[in-house]
């Protein structure tokens, strides 16, 4: 009778189905350095009732095993006891976690009863927090590893792979029935990812950050390094930062070069520039006398240094950052079109870089100015960028006025082994090569300026260095404008820039404030590490002759 019925529920006690992990891919650096990767850890748990022994009591056994285990698993015997004569169910009662294999191997040995052990998957960083911004970090859903952050959670799908399964069928005695199994559906392992970013450079980069935020106790420092003409970025570093294996949770793991926005200052001079030689009717040699102070939009305009009789070409006015100069150079174009330029250099919309929480920056249309806006804009106040947005500006400039989409990942091995590169970046030209050669030209003159004020940190011998300094001023939680955020952005080598290096440090609070001051010593300890690191010889070059000063 209902004998359907009852073969049905034969078939459910019978049939199990056991869901099989994929492993996740690795991530690597450039040159094949594991930055991240998938092993095999254990979970030691004991089943009471099955801790018997024909010679001893089973009080004498759980005594016996808890002190075997005690050894392998770094803990007292009587921490073991405890939890074997106090379990989570009747059956059950986890000992340890986190498990590795030589050790697990090692209890294997002992042949204990009742102890048993279920593999599982951790995720390990053997370089501890080196681009852990860039990496993110794993949590676990359901016992499968899932990305919570940077690239772990943005190619979470990637390197994850598919998790498969089989159905088997076990006995009466609880033993698996061999071959009578029904279907399998296979594991697909995760894809590994090849960064462009150089692990040394990332290291030196980051640590180059922790020791000037320590000695201008500032907020934070970021450094961005980026290969103009592939658009791969070989390090993206910030200080402070977090450890991947033990952060659980994604608001403790910003990633500062993509995430934080700082108005850019001086730094952004060049796009208003590049805006009035392009459509302004302005050559670097047009000349401008730079009084002490000037009003536009009712607002009040003048420059940190300034001497009686300055007159400036635009080559000068860039060369030493006078915002009275620009902001009568930014009257040569509409305001439309100093916002397009803006737009054009990727201010205000996200890089494509592809990472979780990026900040496309703060650029406000044209219908929300003020009557100061065009002028604040035009020397980097009240547009407000990410690090990354700002190597690419100068990116732009160095690849000869043709913008690099940024990317972080070189290519992908599947797990058949086979590697596949990224396709070339997209590129779009945001302004005319002669313009940006003009523009390099005069941002060689850049270091010999600093350098007459005792900040040679643009000089390294045997490259014509082409930099820009930047000091803005920010809003801070009990003030108008009483943060200053310091910038220090540099192309080498000579007029043809493999390299751009942008350095930012906000909220310098002890030794200055200014760009050359207190980001330009991490610009040439990061540039000098570079240049070796990637084995750029000197070139030679020297900078060219540009006249700053008008007739």
Known sequence: MESGTFRQLASQEREQTIHLPALRGSITGANGQILAMTVVTYTVYADPPEIVSPKLTHAAEEQQVASALADPLGM??????????????????????????????????????????????????????????????????????????????ADNALLAGRPGSEQVQF??????????????????????LRLTIVPALQYAAEQDCAKQVA??????????????KTGHVLAMAQWPTFNPSTITNASEATDIPVQNVFQPGSTAKVITASAAFERGGQTPMSAYTIPAEIVEGGQVIQDAEWAPGEHYTIAGIIAHSSNIGMSQVANHVSEQTQYDYLKAFGLGQLTGLGLPGESAGLLPPVSQWAADTRYTLSFGQ?????????AEVYATIANGGVRVQPTLIEGTTSSAGKYTPSAPSATRRVIQAKTAHELLQILQQVPAVDEAGDQPWGIIPGYAIAAKTGTSQEAGPK???????????????????????????????????????????VFYQVAKDALAALDIPPDGAVPAQVRLNAP
């Open 215 to 228: 000695k201008t106790k500032a907020a934070n420092c970021t450094v961005v390094i980026i290969q103009p």
């Open 76 to 153: 007292t015997a009587a921490a073991i006891l405890n939890l074997i004569q106090n379990p989570t169910s009747q059956q059950y009662v986890a000992l340890a976690t986190g498990v590795s294999t030589e050790v697990s191997n090692q209890i294997t040995a002992l042949d204990l009863p009742g102890i048993a052990m279920k593999e599982s998957y951790t995720r390990s960083y053997p370089d501890g927090n080196i681009a852990a911004n860039i990496i993110g970090f794993t949590g676990t859903d359901g016992g499968v590893l899932k990305g919570g952050a940077g690239l772990e959670l």
């Open 382 to 390: 009240g547009v407000a960028a990410t690090a990354i947005q700002m």
């Open 171 to 192: 006995g009466t005695d609880g033993q698996e029935i061999p071959l009578a199994g029904g279907t399998v559906t296979p594991v697909v392992n995760g894809s590994d």
């Open 479 to 521: 003030c108008a404008l009483c943060v200053y955020g310091s910038s220090y952005i540099g192309m080498a080598p000579g007029n043809d820039p493999q390299l751009v290096i942008a350095v930012n440090v906000q909220n310098p609070r002890k030794g200055g404030y200014y760009g050359d001051v207190i980001a330009g010593p």
